[in-house]
């Protein structure tokens, strides 16, 4: 029987998962253990730059007696106070002032601490004060840590606006102006939203001579949320006022994406195992990085499922797991094999049936590289050796599996 019980740690700087299970565990190699109980990613414990502003994102509210439409100028200051008494400040930041319009009573903006450093830092804060626009909000709230660390963003990309044939002239799209997709009933797809978020002004100006404009959209959302396929935008939640006749994304809206690390100050949490039975390290190890490479189920070269002689579908474990997830993203067409994850897959098919030369193949082993480091199991590509042959590549290379020192050498043709 096995139990465990659990240290309650608070990270310092310049710690390592291997420094603490050795502290703690009395053995190096069980990071792993830890790495896998709180649920973290590589690069794990990552550090801070103290000399990075902290930002973030914050709702604005309206105060319910002003109608009007209100402007908010880029350095626009908003004030926190916290416990013990400290101030902190941050600042409205973009390329132009932002227009809250009579219609909306919320407006979500990007801001900047005025200071650096994890001081700089606010978890949440509720307050009335903005130097120059006390009178026409009624508060300001960030739903989301403002924070210095980079380990989450939000999907971006580039929608297409179509002017309606009917109105001439020039038509400014202001920045925030909210895009959607539609609910999707066979991919039972929820609605996700998009902000217009081109840093530049002259970019959201659908001139007279033009039928479209291209402009740059971020995800409302963090996360792998707002990864979508090319024309799934198809809305804006006002239409505008009624100036544009469709609005979509000819391409992929990508990037968006929250890693699980951890810093110097967060706590995580020690399990300590505990055993009536002589169990192996090594097969402690083995479970170890199972639940770090995960278990899937196991597939022919044709993606076929294997079935045992008892009828049950056979699985895959660990390191061999992540050699058929390799297989299968390369052999993906990128932005059409995974809903939600346009940028997972490979641009290699594209290569056969062209003439193929040095460059070609210089080219494939690029493209290997960058779509193999998709998977986040995976923190080097090395060695790597493409050969055309018959018609198709075959490839050699070896993977440096995240967060050890594992080497996995994989051989297969596209």
């Not at 609910?183 to 033009?210: C, E, F």
């Not at 935008?233 to 006749?245: E, M, P, R, Y």
């Not at 579908?313 to 990128?334: A, F, H, P, T, W």
Request: charged fraction near 20%; proline fraction near 3%; aromatic fraction near 10%.
């Amino acid at each position: 029987m096995t139990t465990a019980s659990l240290i309650e740690y608070v990270i310092k700087e310049n710690d390592t998962l291997q420094g603490i299970a050795k502290n703690y565990l009395q053995d190096s190699s069980l990071w792993l253990q830890i790495a896998v109980y709180n649920n973290l990613e590589y690069p794990y414990i990552a550090d801070i730059d103290q000399s990075l502003p902290a930002e973030g994102y914050v709702q604005i509210y309206r105060d319910p007696t002003v109608v009007t439409n209100i402007t908010i100028p880029i350095g626009s200051i908003f004030k926190s106070v916290d416990i013990n008494g400290v101030e902190r400040k941050f600042s409205v930041i973009g390329n132009s002032d932002y227009i809250f319009y009579s219609t909306k009573d919320k407006i979500e903006l990007p801001v900047r601490s005025v200071s650096t450093g994890r001081q700089s830092e606010e978890k949440k804060f509720n307050v009335n004060i903005i130097e120059n626009l006390t009178l026409s909000l009624a508060s300001v709230l960030n739903l989301e840590a403002i924070t210095v660390f980079k380990n989450k963003s939000r999907a971006t990309g580039m929608v297409t606006f179509y002017r309606d044939p009917l109105i001439v002239g020039d038509l400014v799209i202001p920045y925030g102006t909210i895009v959607k997709t539609s609910y999707n009933t066979n991919t039972k797809m929820a609605v996700r939203t998009y902000y217009v978020s081109d840093p530049i002004t002259a970019n959201r100006t659908l001139y007279s001579a033009n039928s479209s404009v291209d402009v740059q959209i971020t995800c409302s959302e963090y996360g792998e949320v707002g990864n979508i396929q090319p024309f799934m935008i198809d809305s804006l939640i006002d239409n505008a006022g009624g100036l544009f006749s469709k609005v979509e994304n000819k391409t992929s809206i990508t990037n968006g994406y929250i890693k699980n690390v951890k810093y110097a100050g967060d706590t995580i949490y020690i399990p300590q195992l505990t055993s009536s039975s002589a169990t192996p390290r090594s097969g402690s190890l083995e479970n170890l990085y199972t639940e770090l490479l995960f278990e899937d189920l196991l597939l022919t070269e044709g993606n076929d499922l294997l079935i045992d002689v008892k009828g049950d579908l056979m699985s895959v474990k660990g390191i061999d797991n992540l050699s058929q997830s390799i297989r299968d993203l390369v052999k993906s067409e990128l932005g059409y094999s995974v809903i939600y994850h346009p940028e997972y897959g490979s641009l290699i098919n594209s290569f056969i049936g062209d003439f193929v030369d040095n460059e070609t193949i210089q080219l494939v082993e690029e493209e290997l590289i960058r779509s193999i480091k998709f998977d986040k199991r995976v923190a080097d590509v090395k060695n790597i050796v493409v050969i055309f042959d018959s018609g198709v590549f075959v490839v050699d290379l070896d993977i440096l599996v995240a967060g050890t020192e594992n080497i996995i050498s994989l051989r297969f043709a596209v």
